[in-house]
């Protein structure tokens, strides 16, 4: 092993560990999934946004979103999605929508699954919000 190596070994944070409690697993995180976005299409912001990019059947998205929440939390590997792609191409969506949507997402989670494992949800999601949200809106010579 090179130093080099070793200082890159270093600098990962460990992967994260699936999350392993009673009650978590595909079904109540398609629960979760399902509430969340019916409580975000009733959003007066956040609904026209949603409603626009998808048009009719609903099914398909919310087995997508479970697909990647399901990965994203037992680590399944179901997911073969691309979210930096669609989400760059909405025009409209600013860095506020993106509290919008944790703070729904917190608090459904929270009603749905509890404290203790919402703040895993929310957790995972603040970082997964952060990374889209360097991908959608840093650009290099932005000055704060």
């Known amino acids: 092993m090179t130093l080099k190596s070793s200082l890159a070994d270093h600098a990962r944070p460990a992967p994260e560990k699936?999350?392993?409690?009673a009650g978590v697993d595909r079904a109540a995180i398609g629960r979760l999934v399902r509430e969340f976005y019916a409580r975000l299409r009733k959003n007066e912001r956040l609904g026209p946004i949603f409603a626009r990019e998808i048009p009719g059947d609903w099914e398909p998205h919310l087995e997508k979103m479970t697909d990647?929440?399901?990965?994203?939390?037992?680590?399944?590997?179901?997911y073969h999605g691309r979210p930096v792609?669609?989400?760059?191409?909405?025009?409209d969506?600013?860095?506020a929508?993106?509290?919008i949507w944790l703070a729904m997402f917190s608090q459904t989670a929270a009603e749905l699954l509890g404290p203790e494992i919402a703040a895993v949800f929310g957790?995972?999601?603040e970082r997964i919000a952060t990374s889209l949200k360097l991908a959608m809106f840093?650009?290099?010579g932005d000055r704060a």
């Open 18 to 21: 699936p999350l392993h409690h």
């Open 68 to 78: 990647f929440w399901c990965s994203v939390i037992l680590k399944t590997g179901d």
């Open 85 to 91: 792609p669609a989400h760059l191409k909405l025009g």
């Open 93 to 95: 969506v600013t860095e």
């Open 97 to 99: 929508d993106f509290d």
């Open 123 to 125: 957790d995972r999601a």
């Open 138 to 140: 840093f650009r290099l």
